[in-house]
């Protein structure tokens, strides 16, 4: 999805973090939130941003929405205006909703009625955090550290019917395919013997200056 434009509606911390985040990583990004205060505050660090209620469908066509490939709705504590805001955007043809639930019920009734992924921040980063504490802090240390990263890319044409052990990327390149994902599939550390697809979007992890000159060799974003 690296080419999407991405959407952002309800910019409490939760929503704010991610339109900023796209942001500094170069996406275009559509902020939305119905008080104005809220948009003053961003307007400046997003590509746009629009006051607009989301439970007002013709309000989010107007906001540019349709545009959006991906949108997240980063509503929580107004159940009815999350549930509404997805159902809207699933209705408008968005391809990928990411809805942000505060309860089991809540998460239920958004998956029922289309979005494509639900998360629970607090519920998901207290149980990373456990998982961490139990563990070797080594993901987070390549998530954190500028020095190194974890960035998913298209398929560069050239790999294109190549198996991984044939194109040598891990001594070319100095980065390590660590997942394929092909439509729907993820494989997670595929076997070197894999052959790429067309379409497929790859992840790679190593040193973020390999990763930079692996997509600048291909010219990718
Ligand atoms: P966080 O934990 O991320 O700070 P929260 O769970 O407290 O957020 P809310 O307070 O429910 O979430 O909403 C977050 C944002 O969503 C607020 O800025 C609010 O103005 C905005 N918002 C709520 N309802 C709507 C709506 N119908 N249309 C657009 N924006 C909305």
Known sequence: ?????????????????????????????????????????????????????????????????????????????????????TLNLKELGVKYVVAKATSDQQGKILAKIGADRVVFPERDTGARLAWQLMSSDVLE???????????EVEVPKQFVGKAIKQLHVGTKFNVLVLAIQRGGERMIVPSTDRKFLRDDRITLVGKTEDIKHFAEHFRMK
């Open 1 to 85: 999805m690296a080419k999407a434009n991405y959407g952002v509606i309800g910019l409490g911390r939760f929503g704010t973090s991610v339109a900023l985040t796209l942001t500094q990583e170069g996406k275009h990004v559509l902020a939305i939130d119905r008080d104005e205060e809220k948009i003053n505050s961003i307007k400046d660090y997003v590509t746009s941003a629009k006051q607009a209620d989301s439970t007002d469908k013709d309000a989010l066509v107007e906001a540019g929405i349709a545009n959006c490939d991906v949108v997240v709705v980063g509503i929580g504590k107004e159940v009815d205006a999350s549930i509404l805001a």
């Open 141 to 151: 240390f390549i998530e954190l550290s500028p020095m190194y990263a974890v960035r």
